[in-house]
């Protein structure tokens, strides 16, 4: 299986910070890497898909970036409603592994 | 507008099996995939597996294989996840989600609102 991995677990930031995560799986991925975000209490929501792909409605403040082994989603003005858990998954071979998230609190 | 809708929650003791339901509309239902991911209470997301709703075929992750069991309606556009032998890690948010597939990549665009499944004696 492949495992993904995040950085950092948990960040403290201010609105308007740029805010940036880390995601890296421990093989090759090519771009085959999705975000989600996870308000407490929701289901999550896709945020990037195909590593750099904004979905459809998503704020264009969030952007995604990487290829192989090393991702990363960007916040480039944090807003309020971002605050939540930030997710990465793999999309290359099942099983569709997930990191363990990062929490972005105030 | 594309909805999952699951079905209610559940108390099980360990031993026993239960049956989530997830009930598309908004869109051709045979056309995606169904994807079933869990959460434990305060934890991250664990996909579950798939199945094809046009062909019927499912992949498993490998842990719950023989104890999870994917099925579709296409007649009421329900899709089903049963797992069987309970144990008390299975308590979870079990969640459904649509698997769309663009630029030779899956991902999940769609959610249900999730299931509540506790197992406890």
């Known amino acids: 299986d492949i495992q993904m991995t995040q950085s950092p677990s948990s960040l403290s930031a201010s609105l308007g910070d740029r805010v940036t995560i880390t995601c890296r799986a421990s093989?090759?991925?090519?771009?085959?890497l999705n975000w989600y975000q996870q308000k407490p209490g929701k289901a999550p929501k896709l945020l990037i898909y195909?590593?750099?792909s904004l979905q459809s409605g998503v704020p264009s403040r969030f952007s995604g970036s990487g290829a192989v082994t090393d991702f990363t989603l960007t916040i480039s003005s944090l807003q309020p409603e971002d605050f939540a858990t930030y997710y990465c998954?793999?999309?290359?071979?099942?099983?569709?592994?997930f990191g363990p998230g990062t929490k972005v609190d105030i | 507008q594309v909805q999952l809708v699951q079905s209610g929650a559940e108390v099980k003791k360990p031993g026993a099996s239960v049956k989530v339901s997830c009930k598309a509309s908004?869109?051709?239902?045979?056309?995606?995939?169904i994807s079933w991911v869990r959460q434990a209470p305060g934890q991250g997301l664990e996909w579950m597996g798939w199945?094809?709703?046009?062909?019927?075929?499912?992949n498993y992750a490998q842990k719950l294989q023989g104890r999870v069991t994917m099925t579709t309606d296409t007649s009421t556009s329900t899709a089903y996840m049963e797992l069987r032998s309970l144990r008390s890690d299975d308590t979870a948010l079990y969640y459904c989600?649509?698997?769309?597939?663009?630029?030779?990549?899956?991902?999940?665009?769609?959610w249900g609102q999730g299931t509540l499944v506790t197992v406890s004696s």
């Open positions: 908004g869109y051709t239902f045979s056309s995606y995939g």
């Open positions: 989600a649509r698997r769309q597939y663009t630029y030779g990549t899956y991902y999940f665009d769609y």
């Open positions: 195909a590593a750099s």
């Open positions: 998954q793999q999309s290359y071979s099942t099983p569709r592994t």
């Open positions: 199945i094809s709703p046009y062909s019927g075929n499912t």
């Open positions: 093989q090759s991925i090519s771009t085959y």
